[in-house]
């Protein structure tokens, strides 16, 4: 079970999961996140579960790992601009890469939109939502799943799942981990909120295919033609360059990016 007690005697934020919602069980924090009723302030609250019986993935898919073995949780954000979310999640996903590197000693990197992989296979998964009253952003969640001492995962997903353990063959205290890993995600919150412009650089330098050329898919359809991966700009959008030399930009949720070039 999660040990409260060493995650909060670990955590060293300001303000970042300073209130936590901690269930052994929950369909899934995203959604639990979604409900808690409105008080004065949610900003940077922590929903944690060490089991999910309904966690949700992107596109509608489940996210079903062991109880007890990895990281699954929910921040919830009220921020005062509701523009530029998707620079946040990747920040999110920036944060748990920069981790990985500094504490596994292997790299790792960002596959677009929202993915964490080393080798080549996902040790993180990234689910953002946001609830809204009329057209203000009332809460913004971003979920977080992080593999981290499970060994065997489901044969679908055994040769595309790694983990913490599986890198190093060590337990990993996810307390530990969880306490380091806001600190950087409230670093990171601060340049978001500032604009700061070190930030889409830094998600870029980690994004896989960026400055390649790469096929898109967008709203679900490949096209055949391919773009330059420029990665994200300060608007939070994707940008990329055509063969005639023009920039196009896309919103985040609207593109896949397929590594099947052979140009460079
Ligand atoms: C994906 O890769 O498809 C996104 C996975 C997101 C999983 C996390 S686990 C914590 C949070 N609660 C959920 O139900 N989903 C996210």
């Known amino acids: 079970m999660f040990d409260q007690t060493i995650f909060n005697k670990e955590l060293s934020t300001s303000w970042l999961g300073r209130e936590l919602f901690y269930f052994q069980e929950l369909e899934s924090t995203n959604t639990y996140a979604k409900k808690v009723p409105k008080k ?8 944690l579960a060490d089991h999910q019986t309904a966690g949700r993935g992107q596109h509608q898919r489940t996210w079903t790992i062991e109880p007890c073995q990895n990281l699954t949780f929910s ?27 500094e504490n596994l000693k292997v790299s790792a990197q960002l596959k677009w939109p929202n993915d964490v992989l080393i080798a080549g296979k996902k040790v993180s998964g990234l689910l953002t939502e946001t609830v809204f009253k009329g057209d ?25 799942a790694t983990s913490f353990i599986s890198l190093n063959k060590k337990l990993h205290q996810r307390e530990l981990i ?4 806001l600190s950087r995600i409230e670093y990171l919150y601060r340049l978001w909120s ?22 898109l898919e967008v709203d679900g359809v490949l096209r055949s033609e ?16 055509n063969k005639a030399l023009e920039v196009d ?16």
């Open 178 to 181: 969880l306490a380091r890993l």
């Open 226 to 241: 391919e773009y330059k991966f420029l990665g994200i700009n300060e608007s939070g959008h994707l940008v990329v360059l």
């Open 136 to 160: 203000v952003l009332e809460r913004l969640i971003i979920g977080i799943g992080i593999n981290i001492n499970q060994q065997k995962f489901a044969a679908d997903l055994n040769d595309t």
């Open 249 to 264: 930009t896309f919103s985040y949720e609207q593109v896949r990016v397929r590594l099947n070039s052979t140009s460079s």
């Open 75 to 101: 921040l919830i954000f009220e921020p005062q601009q509701s523009d530029r979310l998707s620079i946040l999640t990747l920040a999110c996903a920036l944060a748990v890469c920069e981790y990985i590197e």
């Open 194 to 215: 500032t604009h700061d412009l070190d930030l889409p650089k830094k998600i870029n330098k980690k994004l896989i295919g960026y400055g390649k050329w790469v096929r």
């Open 40 to 47: 004065a302030s949610l900003h940077g609250a922590l929903v």
